[in-house]
């Protein structure tokens, strides 16, 4: 099995043990850690060295944290020792969730609705299309790294700051579209039917999911963790 999956499947039926208190302590502490890094392994071994702490803490009547600032300083302690995002992760991790969610799932779902209303319908690859695409994934790469890399802990003081960020970042992504659309948008290089353009990418995303998790199962991390 995955070692990965399956100290993530450990880790799912251990927490099961711990107070509600100390759940909610360590779901607060995994979520921040997972929204501001894409070291995905990193986070499991932590939250599993976190439930030893947590069990051993409720076996004396305590909680994984008995003040906020403990999390605090966990948290700002921990961040360092993750490993920081890389180009070759990020694009790994774009590819298999536009391919198979974005692009193939979805157009799974709504290309009955729209066949029945176009019939002919079929995707219209054009430059202004592959510049936006290749401009919403730099923007959000260096938007993460400008940002959500920085925000402090607890997350829910910083929601407004990624909320805005967020927004601006979804904004000028729309009108750079509009832009690119009036000056490229007559150049197309094809047209493909709905359903191969579907098939395509579920095909694609699926093979980068797998990619992406067979790396993850052999972080040398996970070694003795499973």
Same mark, same amino acid.
């Given at each position: 099995?995955?070692?990965?999956?399956?100290? *993530?499947?450990?880790?799912?039926?251990?927490?099961?043990?711990?107070?509600? *208190?100390?759940?909610?302590?360590?779901?607060? !502490?995994?979520?921040? &850690?997972?929204? !501001?890094? =894409? +070291?995905? @392994?990193?986070?499991? /071994? /932590?939250?599993?060295?976190? $439930?030893?702490?947590?069990?051993?803490?409720?076996?004396?009547?305590?909680?994984?944290?008995q003040?906020?600032?403990?999390?605090?300083?966990? !948290?700002?302690?921990?961040?360092?020792?993750?490993?920081?995002?890389?180009?070759? +992760?990020?694009? #790994? =991790?774009?590819?298999?969730?536009? @391919?198979?969610?974005?692009?193939? /799932?979805?157009?799974? !779902?709504?290309?009955?609705? #729209?066949?029945?209303?176009?019939? +002919?319908?079929?995707?219209?690859?054009?430059?202004?299309?592959? &510049?936006?695409?290749?401009?919403?994934?730099?923007? =959000?790469?260096?938007?993460?790294?400008?940002?959500?890399?920085k925000?402090?802990?607890?997350?829910?003081?910083?929601?407004? *700051?990624?909320?805005?960020?967020?927004?601006?970042?979804?904004?000028?992504?729309?009108?750079?579209? *509009?832009?690119?659309?009036?000056?490229?948008?007559? $150049?197309?290089?094809?047209? $493909?039917?709905?359903?191969?353009?579907?098939?395509?990418?579920?095909?694609v995303?699926?093979?980068?999911?797998w990619?992406?998790?067979?790396?993850?199962?052999? +972080?040398?991390? &996970?070694?003795?963790?499973?």
């Amino acid at each position: 099995m995955n070692k990965y999956f399956a100290l *993530k499947k450990a880790n799912r039926m251990r927490r099961k043990l711990l107070t509600e *208190k100390s759940q909610e302590q360590l779901k607060e !502490v995994i979520t921040y &850690l997972r929204s !501001v890094t =894409f +070291d995905i @392994c990193g986070v499991e /071994v /932590v939250q599993s060295d976190l $439930i030893d702490i947590a069990m051993r803490a409720n076996e004396e009547g305590c909680e994984l944290f008995q003040f906020i600032t403990d999390a605090e300083t966990f !948290v700002e302690e921990v961040k360092p020792s993750m490993k920081p995002l890389r180009w070759t +992760d990020f694009l #790994i =991790f774009e590819i298999s969730v536009l @391919c198979f969610w974005g692009y193939g /799932v979805a157009s799974l !779902v709504m290309t009955p609705s #729209i066949l029945a209303v176009l019939p +002919d319908f079929s995707i219209e690859v054009t430059l202004a299309s592959l &510049l936006q695409l290749c401009i919403c994934v730099v923007g =959000f790469y260096y938007l993460y790294r400008s940002a959500m890399e920085k925000v402090g802990f607890p997350p829910r003081k910083h929601q407004m *700051k990624a909320v805005a960020f967020t927004a601006l970042y979804i904004l000028a992504l729309y009108e750079i579209g *509009k832009l690119l659309r009036l000056a490229f948008g007559h $150049i197309v290089f094809m047209n $493909i039917p709905i359903w191969p353009y579907t098939i395509v990418n579920l095909l694609v995303g699926a093979i980068f999911l797998w990619f992406r998790f067979e790396r993850y199962g052999k +972080d040398a991390r &996970l070694e003795g963790r499973v």
